[in-house]
């Protein structure tokens, strides 16, 4: 079945705890991306990777970091949580080159930081 | 750069009205647009797209979307509610510039509530 994965589902964690979630997708797109979803604001985009190795900020990137070391996965980093990022995460892929091309999204990860 | 509006944040109908959920872009030529639905606890899924020709669209679950360029709009339909169709609703832009092929701008959703 074609889908995205993100792990863990949900997480509460303190300030300043080092964290990953992980995101896999298993249709080789070559196109992933993350976003948080806070009420009020919909969704907006962290960071995006056209391919391996190949990333670049979204619109609110300040206090993330991601990867690319292989095509199927996509982990977004929290070096230093803070409160502020407390959200709702969800990775997306999809084929590169054309935003014809349809962005599947994972299940999305509840991220609680005290 | 673009944006969505989408100005109703909460939206109650009965079960078998019909259905009309309003979305607003901003984009200096003919978009990319989605509409997405978030079910409780779910990710996103596409419901529909408009790229190019009719400008009327079909999507699953018995939606469809009217793109019309005069009034900068993408309004969601759907002509008879189900209880089932109670979720979040996101409307979503995307530009046709190559540099950010896949970029979506989302709007900040429409919540529908289904009353029996």
């Known amino acids: 079945e074609a889908q995205v994965t993100q792990n863990p589902r949900y997480l509460i964690t303190v300030t300043g705890k080092k964290l990953t979630v992980t995101c896999s997708q298993n249709?080789?797109?070559?196109?992933m991306s993350w976003y948080r979803q806070d009420p009020g604001l919909g969704l907006r985009q962290i960071y995006y990777?056209?391919?391996?190795?190949?990333?670049d900020k979204g619109d609110v990137p300040e206090g993330y970091k991601v990867s690319r070391k292989e095509k199927r996965n996509f982990p977004l980093i929290l070096e230093s949580p803070s409160p502020n990022q407390t959200s709702l995460y969800f990775c997306?892929?999809?084929?590169?080159?054309?935003?014809?091309?349809?962005?599947?999204f994972g299940p999305g990860t509840r991220l609680l930081v005290l | 750069a673009q944006s969505v509006t989408q100005p109703d944040i909460h939206i109650t109908v009965s079960e078998g009205a019909s259905l009309e959920l309003r979305c607003n872009y901003s984009?200096?030529?003919?978009?990319?647009l989605f509409w997405y639905v978030q079910s409780p606890g779910q990710g996103l899924q596409l419901l529909l797209k408009?790229?190019?020709?009719?400008?009327l669209v079909q999507g699953i679950k018995g939606f469809e979307a009217e793109f019309k360029r005069s009034q900068s709009s993408f309004n969601l339909r759907k002509p008879s509610v189900h209880w089932s169709d109670a979720a979040e609703y996101f409307c979503?832009?995307?530009?046709?510039?190559?540099?950010?092929?896949?970029?979506?701008?989302f709007g900040t959703g429409t919540r529908l509530q289904v009353t029996l």
């Open positions: 990777s056209m391919n391996v190795e190949v990333t």
């Open positions: 249709m080789n797109h070559e196109y």
């Open positions: 984009y200096g030529a003919t978009p990319y």
């Open positions: 408009y790229f190019s020709g009719d400008t």
């Open positions: 997306a892929s999809s084929k590169a080159g054309s935003m014809q091309e349809t962005q599947y």
């Open positions: 979503a832009v995307g530009a046709r510039n190559t540099g950010t092929a896949s970029k979506l701008t």
